[in-house]
């Protein structure tokens, strides 16, 4: 019997991750506490250096069960601010607990405890088997960014996707202000463009937010700002028609309908499942100038219909990992060549809905050339009738931690 609440914190993260070791279940598919989230979701992102640390401690790897309970003291003793001696005591328990017998109790405090005194193990000169292993990221990715983009953006990129992404909020600025709104949740974060709040650690809990009756009456959404940069280079105007083709989970859709009241937008996309989110888009935030509609963009019957287009095409992720860690463990570079080809065939397929003069912006959380450049050149090559507006916009991290993301602008002459 669990005997304490701690305990069961740490119970559930590791029934988590043991979940996603065996069957690749997404964790934040679990319902986990605050700590319990942090726990699994970091050490997920940083797998590949904690099976090191455990390598280096033992002749013959333990068990799969045995080394969730490992990689989670040692994720507490170095990545979390925990005092070690509580992470050795509560991590030996958890293996008594979860039945994995006394010697397997006893290695896990023996390895923490020579950890304890000698730090984690030294890693590799070799550049990428020492980025692979520091920041937890295949070897074949981690060759990938040199290759196309030089140690430097390789450090930096694989850097940003073992740290704790931002948490921000977008406000629905038609019912509150964004310095309003901060003031009722006492919230100390950054505004964004009078838009989004940070929702920085220390504040409550995003659970306590999402209980909250300003959530509740449609005054804010959880969303990253850097999904305003991709909007915004759709220059929309009031009565325009726009389709957002591959629209869930619905956070773009519903910031187009706030931001532009006046203009009548379709979004779509192939899942009804991913679709369900949308459903509080005319209850909770009272928008009345959406309709949604599952349907796949590749066997749309419109013609010249849409003012303006977005396509967030499916991809790889990649510019997100901090909050899908899970995604860089089972993605492989045929994964991203054969998304490409998706990619291309949505956005040839989808442009027969575009009016003349009108505006596409076809946008990827990934940063991987082939799901981004070169879709839009291979397009461009194939379209004449169309023209780049502008330079792509490419999303980075920076000091307001956005999400990475690319956008391209394209005109139908």
């Not at 964790?27 to 726990?39: D, G, I, M, Q, V």
């Not at 006394?102 to 304890?116: A, H």
């Not at 194939?382 to 956005?402: C, M, T, W, Y």
Request: hydrophobic residues 40%; charged residues 25%; contains cysteine.
């Amino acid at each position: 019997m669990l005997q304490n609440d701690g305990l069961k914190t740490r119970f559930s993260a590791f029934g988590a991750l043991v979940d996603w070791r065996k069957t690749g279940k997404l964790l934040r598919e679990h319902s986990l506490s605050p700590f319990a989230k942090e726990l699994a979701l970091g050490v997920c992102r940083r797998h590949l250096r904690l099976l090191h640390a455990i390598r280096k401690s033992v002749r013959r790897m333990p068990g799969l069960d045995v080394q969730c309970v490992l990689e989670m003291g040692i994720y507490q003793m170095f990545f979390m601010d925990v005092p070690n001696r509580a992470v050795i005591d509560s991590s030996a328990e958890l293996a008594r607990q979860a039945n994995l017998g006394e010697g397997s109790v006893n290695l896990v405090n023996g390895i923490l405890r020579r950890l304890d005194r000698d730090g984690l193990p030294s890693l590799p000169p070799q550049n990428v088997l020492r980025l692979s292993l520091e920041y937890s990221m295949p070897e074949w990715l981690v060759r990938r960014l040199l290759d196309y983009c030089g140690p430097v953006y390789a450090e930096e990129f694989s850097k940003e996707t073992v740290e704790r992404p931002s948490q921000w909020m977008r406000v629905n600025v038609q019912k509150i202000s964004a310095e309003e709104l901060q003031k009722r949740l006492a919230l100390s974060g950054r505004i964004y463009k009078n838009r989004f709040i940070e929702i920085p650690e220390g504040n409550p809990h995003l659970g306590e937010l999402l209980a909250s009756k300003e959530f509740k009456e449609g005054f804010f959404s959880i969303q990253n700002p850097a999904a305003l940069e991709v909007v915004n280079l759709l220059q929309i105007q009031n009565g325009m028609s726009v389709w957002d083709a591959c629209a869930a989970p619905g956070g773009k859709s519903a910031l187009l309908a706030e931001m532009y009241p006046h203009a009548e937008i379709l979004a779509s996309d192939i899942s009804a499942e991913r679709l369900l989110p949308m459903q509080d888009l005319h209850s909770r935030l009272s928008l009345s100038n959406i309709s949604v509609q599952t349907l796949d963009v590749t066997a749309h019957s419109f013609f010249e219909r849409f003012d303006r287009i977005l396509l967030d095409v499916p991809c790889s992720n990649l510019g997100v990992l901090s909050r899908r860690p899970e995604v860089k463990y089972r993605l492989s570079l045929k994964d991203v060549l054969d998304l490409s080809k998706i990619q291309f065939h949505i956005l040839e397929t989808a442009v027969s809905a575009l009016k003349k003069n009108g505006i596409l912006v076809y946008a990827t959380c990934s940063p991987e050339p082939v799901e981004t450049d070169k879709v839009v050149k291979k397009f461009l090559e194939a379209h004449p009738d169309f023209e780049q507006v502008g330079l792509p916009v490419r999303i980075s991290k920076n000091e307001f931690g956005l999400d990475r993301f690319f956008a391209a602008a394209l005109r139908k002459k």
